[in-house]
């Protein structure tokens, strides 16, 4: 199985601050890396597809890059409905995995 | 807009069989995509368990192949999970998602609300 791990665990940030997250593939997924928003009590969210690609309706500070083993999803100044744990998965092969998240907090 | 409903018991004994059924609305379970389901224990990530076609075609995470069935029942617009000899690990949230192509391979861009299972005796 394909390893996800996501870097920091959990953050706290201001409103309006720049948010980076990263997640590391143990094998190279090329672009196939999706992310997810989980707000407590709520079903997760897509939001980028294939690395970079934002789903239609998610805000544009959203954005995301990388490829091989390591992807960045970034948050250019955020807001306070972004407090959420933020997941990726890779499908490059089965199973599909998930990285342990990383939990946004407004500081 | 696509929507999907989680619903089943909330509480499992040991040892017994876990089942769910994802309802279907505003699209077609026989339109072409692949149906997951995924779930997220207390305090931890979020795990596939499987996902199935319209045909019947099924792929399953090896980590519960073993206990794990996954039906579709096109006529009704509904899947299943089926999960037995669960044991308390089997406590989580359970998710039914929508892939977004007819690959296996891709991301789920449809959920339903999540539906509280916890195994206790």
């Known amino acids: 199985d394909i390893q996800m791990t996501q870097a920091p665990s959990s953050l706290s940030v201001s409103v309006g601050d720049r948010v980076t997250m990263t997640c590391q593939a143990s094998q190279a997924v090329f672009k196939n890396l999706n992310w997810y928003q989980k707000r407590p009590g709520m079903a997760p969210k897509l939001l980028v597809y294939?690395?970079?690609n934002l789903e239609p309706g998610v805000p544009s500070r959203f954005s995301g890059s990388g490829s091989g083993t390591h992807f960045t999803l970034t948050i250019s100044s955020l807001q306070p409905e972004d407090v959420a744990t933020y997941y990726c998965?890779?499908?490059?092969?089965?199973?599909?995995?998930f990285g342990g998240g990383t939990k946004v907090e407004i500081k | 807009q696509v929507q999907l409903q989680e619903s089943g018991p909330g509480l499992v004994k040991p040892s017994e069989t876990l089942s769910l059924t994802c309802s279907v609305s505003?699209?077609?379970?026989?339109?072409?995509?692949?149906w997951g389901w995924i779930r997220q224990s207390p305090g931890k990530g979020l795990e596939w368990i499987g996902s199935?076609?319209?045909?019947?075609?099924?792929y399953y995470n090896p980590s519960v192949q073993s206990r794990v069935t996954i039906l579709v029942d096109p006529s009704n617009n509904q899947f299943s999970l089926w999960l037995n000899s669960v044991t308390a690990a089997d406590t989580a949230v359970y998710y039914c998602?929508?892939?977004?192509?007819?690959?296996?391979?891709?991301?789920?861009?449809?959920w339903g609300q999540g539906s509280l299972v916890a195994v206790s005796s």
């Open positions: 505003g699209y077609s379970i026989r339109s072409g995509s692949y």
């Open positions: 998602a929508r892939h977004k192509t007819s690959m296996i391979l891709g991301y789920f861009d449809f």
């Open positions: 294939e690395t970079s």
């Open positions: 998965q890779h499908y490059e092969n089965l199973p599909l995995t």
């Open positions: 199935i076609y319209h045909n019947g075609n099924t």
